[in-house]
């Protein structure tokens, strides 16, 4: 009776293990799409500010960067009805959510930190001022893309997927390696255009991975 016992927890135990390694495979599989376009348009966007950052010498047109979210969400939206009835949602998905969630949170208060600061900081001249904030500007961008690469790092860690992986270990630290190439000018957006690439040839790892 005792090892009949031992026999069901150990066949219960590893049901579970292989119910949540064949979800934690089909999440990875339909994310795979997603990394593409997010990459697409990660890339277009920002080829496009900096062109017209380039033609014009205006930094104003970073403003272009909102339209990208409300685009983005509207494509993946639709990408999700496709196959809305056969969504996987258990603890893995909820842990991948909550890491792009945690790092939206921290990007925007990052972002918001950094611009403000860069902005209210007293006893500067103007000159100083537009200077200061031409460089907190720069290494926002860093450190939004090392943030980036630690999101999808982290990912990578929870769906156990090497490319996840190694995409993010290389998006954060080859974009802080553009960052100090570039310098704070308008260059410093081939920090997400190489972003962008990177989440693409993600995306086409993993498809090929469960093709």
Known sequence: MEQNKEMTAQESLSLITETLNSNRKEITR???????????????????????WKITDKSAWNCIWFAMPVIGFLLARLLSRKDADEQVQNDVSR?????????GVFACAVAAFTLAYSYVSDGALE???TIR??????SLTAEIVLLFGLAECACGVALKNWAIKIAGFVTGIGGLAIYYITGANEEQLFIFTFAGLMLIVTGLAIKHQYK
Do not use: D, E, N, Q
């Open 30 to 52: 339909r994310s795979g799409k997603y990394y593409i376009l997010w990459g697409i348009l990660l890339t277009f966007f920002s080829l496009l500010v900096y062109v017209l």
């Open 133 to 138: 904030a031409m460089v907190s500007v720069a």
């Open 95 to 103: 842990i991948t959510g909550g890491i792009w969630a945690t790092f």
């Open 127 to 129: 000159l100083g001022r």
